[in-house]
């Protein structure tokens, strides 16, 4: 059964940076998987912003984060235990929301990871103050 932990978030000024985490368990050391990132938009929903894939690397993301945030993995792609990253730059108050890791079918180019969806982390809530 795969399971998703996340950490990270919390309370930033504009211009600040934070970085969240998604603990990934259930996976074989050699299995390929994504990892999408969605924040919660009132009226709207998950909104996918970024989504990961450490079948050769690939990265997809939304026009709203792009050359802001960064997804990422710094696992030898080996071990069980594997954590995707969230690195967010240049926060703006617009990107204040509950942020949920999940397990998608696949990427988008768009960034958004298209379902059914295997596994949702908890949410982690992200302020950013002007």
């Known amino acids: 059964e795969v399971q998703l932990v996340q950490s990270g978030g919390g309370s930033v000024q504009a211009g600040g940076s934070l970085r969240l985490s998604c603990g990934v368990s259930g996976f074989t050391a050699d299995q390929y998987y994504q990892v999408g990132w969605f924040r919660h938009v009132p009226g709207k929903g998950r909104v996918g912003i970024a989504c990961?894939?450490?079948?050769?690397?690939?990265?997809?993301?939304?026009?709203s984060v792009k050359g802001r945030f960064t997804s990422f993995s710094d696992h030898a792609d080996k071990t069980v235990q594997k954590t995707v990253y969230l690195q967010m730059d240049s926060l703006k108050p617009e990107d204040t929301g509950v942020y949920y890791c999940?397990?998608?079918?696949?990427?988008?180019?768009?960034?958004?990871?298209?379902?059914?969806?295997?596994?949702w982390g908890q949410g982690t809530q992200v302020t950013v103050s002007s």
């Open positions: 990961f894939s450490n079948d050769r690397g690939g990265v997809y993301y939304a026009d």
């Open positions: 999940a397990i998608p079918s696949y990427c988008q180019t768009d960034g958004k990871g298209a379902g059914p969806f295997g596994a």
